[in-house]
């Protein structure tokens, strides 16, 4: 069965890169484009996992809401992607929905919106079956950016992302840790896998990121347009929809 992708903007645009992602891994998806409200039909269709990619809450009704968190207790899995319009962020305002009750973390009740101008670097927490075969202890890529959340209680933090101030003396680079937040968080809600991964998919928060991986891969879905990103990127994120999903890797 597909996944509903929910988010990015057109499959032009911004919803490329995921949609690259999925059909390099042979996953099948449709894309809702989040200039569209959702429709109360959105769930009528079997789907594996819904995705939620800076799509803002305010597309959703109540009752539309309450359908999905009943999807995922039944079995369906969700993957939230941060953004500006994903967690709280500029104008995602998931923490007053019912959504708060399935996602794996606890937002916060502001702008949660993290910039960040020196490295942010994506440190492994933990082993799980996301991450197994990718090198995040010999290659650690960063981030430009992310959702400041909290992890809840009976989640999993699979990554964190680890902030730096960086300064140089004489010929010495000096690495000032700023901060460690989640990045990657995995639970259940009822029978359904969920996950929230904090940074973007997409530029410009993916920041390097996207390129993470000595091998480049050239991906096009269907009316989107083409990427280059790296494997190990690419990795990454099929494995996020896979898991949540439920489906073999």
Same mark, same amino acid.
């Given at each position: 069965?597909?996944v509903l992708?929910?988010?990015d903007?057109?499959?032009?645009n ?5 949609a690259?992602?999925m059909?390099?891994?042979?996953i ?8 569209r ?6 769930l009528d269709?079997a ?7 800076d ?5 959703f ?15 369906m899995g ?5 953004g500006?319009?994903?967690f709280?962020?500029?104008s995602g305002?998931?923490d007053?929905t019912?959504l708060?009750?399935v996602?794996?973390v606890?937002?916060?009740n502001r ?12 440190e492994?927490?933990t082993?799980?079956?996301i991450i197994?075969?990718?090198?995040f202890a ?5 981030v ?6 909290k992890a809840k *209680?009976?989640? +999993?933090?699979? =990554?964190?992302a ?6 140089k003396s004489?010929? %010495? $680079?000096?690495?000032? *840790?700023?901060g +460690?937040s989640? =990045? ?8 359904g896998?969920?996950a %929230? $991964?904090?940074s973007d998919?997409?530029?410009?928060w993916?920041?390097?990121l996207v390129d993470?991986?000595?091998r480049?891969?050239t991906?096009?879905?269907?009316g989107?347009?083409?990427?280059e990103?790296?494997e ?12 949540t999903?439920?489906?073999a890797f």
């Amino acid at each position: 069965m597909p996944v509903l992708y929910m988010g990015d903007g057109a499959l032009e645009n911004g919803a490329s890169y995921l949609a690259g992602v999925m059909k390099t891994f042979e996953i099948d998806f449709d894309h809702m484009d989040p200039a569209r409200r959702c429709p109360d039909s959105f769930l009528d269709k079997a789907y594996d996992a819904v995705i939620l990619s800076d799509y803002p809450s305010a597309n959703f009704t109540p009752a539309q809401l309450k359908t999905l968190k009943t999807k995922v207790e039944s079995g369906m899995g969700l993957v939230m992607i941060g953004g500006w319009d994903s967690f709280v962020g500029q104008s995602g305002h998931y923490d007053a929905t019912i959504l708060r009750e399935v996602l794996p973390v606890e937002m916060h009740n502001r702008d949660d919106r993290v910039n960040c101008s020196s490295p942010c670097v994506v440190e492994k927490n933990t082993d799980h079956a996301i991450i197994e075969s990718l090198p995040f202890a010999a290659d650690m890529p960063c981030v430009g950016g992310f959702n400041e959340v909290k992890a809840k *209680a009976n989640s +999993v933090t699979i =990554l964190s992302a680890r902030r730096f101030k960086v300064s140089k003396s004489a010929n %010495a $680079f000096n690495f000032i *840790a700023q901060g +460690v937040s989640p =990045l990657l968080v995995v639970g259940m809600c009822g029978k359904g896998r969920v996950a %929230a $991964f904090m940074s973007d998919v997409a530029p410009h928060w993916i920041g390097g990121l996207v390129d993470w991986g000595s091998r480049r891969i050239t991906a096009q879905s269907p009316g989107a347009s083409q990427v280059e990103i790296g494997e190990h990127y690419a990795g990454l994120f099929a494995n996020i929809i896979r898991w949540t999903s439920n489906t073999a890797f």
